[in-house]
């Protein structure tokens, strides 16, 4: 009487570690960015702004749009704070300068994008790239213009640039 409940174990068992093997071999293996990492981006970023006069405020997200870090020089506007995380919300969602968006949609207040939650359509963020794969984005507010914030937020890139392999 036994004999059969072992036969139904020992065939249940088998099941499960035939459908597990290949779920293990669906497992996807990428880099993210540490806080460590996200911190020189977005301090470097600022301290780039400063040197040129800027307060800036700077957030940089991770892989899923997530923030890893948000500072603010306490002398930016306070509206650069959120500002900055919607820039680069923007560039991590698009996978492109948020500056392309922004040329994009221009002429047209009812895109699609608008509708969405933190899409704005400003230059000053800048995807993280690690090859093709986009890890993050920076995204700075506060310079006056753009481009100027841009800068700054390449200039943070640029520090890490070697890890970023």
């Given at each position: 009487m036994f004999k059969p409940a072992y036969a139904i174990a020992g065939v249940s068992l088998a099941v499960v570690f035939g459908v597990a093997v290949p779920a293990n071999a669906q497992l996807l293996t990428h880099k993210d960015l540490s806080v460590a990492t996200a911190t020189t981006i977005a301090l470097t970023a600022i301290e780039t702004c400063k040197a040129q006069g800027y307060n800036v405020s700077a957030n940089v997200l991770g892989r899923e749009g997530q923030v890893v870090v948000a500072i603010r020089n306490p002398a930016a506007g306070f509206a650069t704070y959120e500002n900055s995380m919607k820039k680069a919300y923007t560039a991590?969602?698009?996978?492109?300068?948020?500056?392309?968006?922004?040329?994009?949609?221009?002429?047209?207040?009812?895109?699609?994008?608008?509708?969405?939650?933190?899409?704005?359509?400003?230059?000053?963020?800048?995807?993280?790239?690690?090859?093709?794969?986009?890890?993050?984005?920076?995204?700075?507010?506060?310079?006056?213009?753009?481009?100027?914030?841009?800068?700054?937020?390449?200039?943070?890139?640029?520090?890490?640039?070697a890890q970023l392999r």
């Open positions: 991590r969602t698009t996978r492109a300068p948020s500056g392309k968006f922004a040329d994009a949609v221009k002429g047209n207040p009812n895109a699609g994008q608008f509708f969405l939650t933190n899409f704005v359509a400003a230059q000053g963020a800048l995807p993280i790239m690690v090859g093709n794969d986009t890890i993050g984005a920076i995204g700075i507010s506060g310079a006056p213009g753009g481009d100027k914030d841009e800068a700054c937020a390449k200039a943070g890139i640029d520090k890490v640039a």
